[in-house]
């Protein structure tokens, strides 16, 4: 990353996710300086005292002039106020960043402002049901997969300057164009949220007064609602913002219901049995962790220079062909002379493909014996 020492970074919100970010930065480029803006004074005095921010900024105003990065962390809806807010002070080459769980709406708010220059969307797929300061980590978004959603006007090599950013945070980049990004999470995060609650309802609904359902409540059930717990206002704001994606999964999950209280009436085992089984077994290839495990069936090894942003120009090369990777991480024992990205398909088809398409772009890609 930059070598200037009086490089600045902005954060707007310093709950989970800003003060995680901030804290990888301190750690990480401790020479860099952090300032910080948040309506909780409380989260604002504590990041001082922990030496997370280098100094608080009472407002949204010319003390964020001198930064190089702005990161809007706070819910999705307010992060699209601060644009315009901040917009009169930012200094020329500055790049606006954000990390909601929805891209949409801001990237359209940055088209409307004609800010498409300096801005480039990200959104870390981590975090938890926790929120605020307090719970932030400097460890946070380390190996787990981080979106970054530029705009069609941003400078390429600014786009790879703040990929490699995030590389050296510890993330895993993927680029990506906001309305994808709206689909994907939409399924992978947004619809299980609104499921996990609405199963806490269900439960809450019927339970007596002095709560026995939930004492009893087991693994299963504590498992699949752990992020009904998250901020309201955080969820509230992101299900609003990606309402089209949302509602049509859910129309779908709805069908989904009365087809099985169709099965349940009919006494149907086949179907439940296949339901089940199909659930399961597709359940059974979900890595637990974005480096997670990785099998040897399907895998390639891709040299790669020891150079910021290459990761994600190899990953991006494969998905532009269509082919989705199941797991990626760097070889850190340098079995082969340069570093080694590990790529994991789902098939055999798809590492047969991404082996021919790296090949092409001279890229050295082995198997392993
Ligand atoms: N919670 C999670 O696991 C993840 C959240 N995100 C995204 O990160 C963003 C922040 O979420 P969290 O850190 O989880 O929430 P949080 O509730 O922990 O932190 C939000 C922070 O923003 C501050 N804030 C609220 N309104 C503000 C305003 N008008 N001006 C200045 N500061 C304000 C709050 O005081 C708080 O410190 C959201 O956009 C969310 O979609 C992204 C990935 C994971
Ligand atoms: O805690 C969990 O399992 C989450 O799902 C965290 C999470 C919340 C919001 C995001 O946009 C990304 C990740």
Not at 34 to 61: C, H, M, Q, W
Not at 111 to 140: N, Q, W
Not at 142 to 159: G, L, M, S
Not at 249 to 261: A, G, R, T
């Amino acid at each position: 990353m930059s070598t200037e020492t009086n490089f600045t970074i902005g954060f707007i919100g310093l709950g989970l996710i800003g003060g995680s970010i901030a804290k990888n930065v301190r750690r990480v480029f401790p020479n860099y300086t952090v300032i910080g803006y948040d309506t909780d004074k409380e989260a604002l005095k504590k990041a001082v005292e922990e030496g997370v921010l280098d100094r608080p900024a009472a407002e949204l105003n010319s003390g964020f002039s001198e930064c190089s990065y702005i990161f809007l962390c706070a819910p999705v809806q307010h992060n699209l106020q601060f644009l315009e807010q901040l917009k009169p002070y930012l200094k020329e080459g500055c790049i606006v960043t954000d990390v909601g769980s929805v891209k949409g709406g801001i990237h359209k708010k940055v088209k409307d402002l004609d800010m498409e220059t300096c801005f480039i969307g990200g959104h870390p797929m981590v975090g938890s049901e926790k929120a605020g300061f307090s719970y932030s980590s400097d460890r946070l978004i380390e190996n787990a997969y981080y979106f970054i959603t530029p705009t069609e006007k941003v400078n390429t090599e600014k786009v790879k300057e703040f990929t490699s950013f995030i590389e050296e945070l510890g993330a895993l980049t993927i680029l990506l164009d906001a309305k994808r990004h709206d689909a994907f999470t939409a399924a992978i995060s947004h619809v299980p949220h609104i499921m996990a609650a609405e199963l806490v309802h269900t439960v809450r609904n019927m339970d007596t007064e002095d709560g026995i359902l939930k004492q009893l409540a087991a693994g299963g059930f504590k498992d699949i609602t752990r992020i009904a717990s998250s901020s309201p206002v955080v969820w509230e704001q992101i299900s609003l913002s990606n309402k089209e994606n949302i509602k049509e999964l859910l129309v779908q999950i709805k069908d989904s219901i009365s087809e099985m209280i169709h099965a349940l009436d009919r006494d149907d085992h086949s179907y439940l049995n296949e339901y089940f089984k199909e659930a399961g077994e597709y359940r059974e290839t979900v890595p637990d962790s974005a480096v997670g495990l990785m099998e040897k069936s399907y895998e390639i090894f891709v040299d790669i220079p020891d150079e910021p942003g290459t990761l994600s120009t190899t990953t991006t090369l494969l998905a532009l062909n269509n082919i989705s990777i199941k797991n990626i991480g760097i070889i850190h024992n340098r079995e082969f002379e340069e570093g080694v990205l590990k790529i994991m398909l789902y098939d055999d088809v798809s590492a047969k493909r991404a082996r021919e398409i790296l090949q092409d772009k001279n890229y050295s890609v082995y198997e392993r014996n």
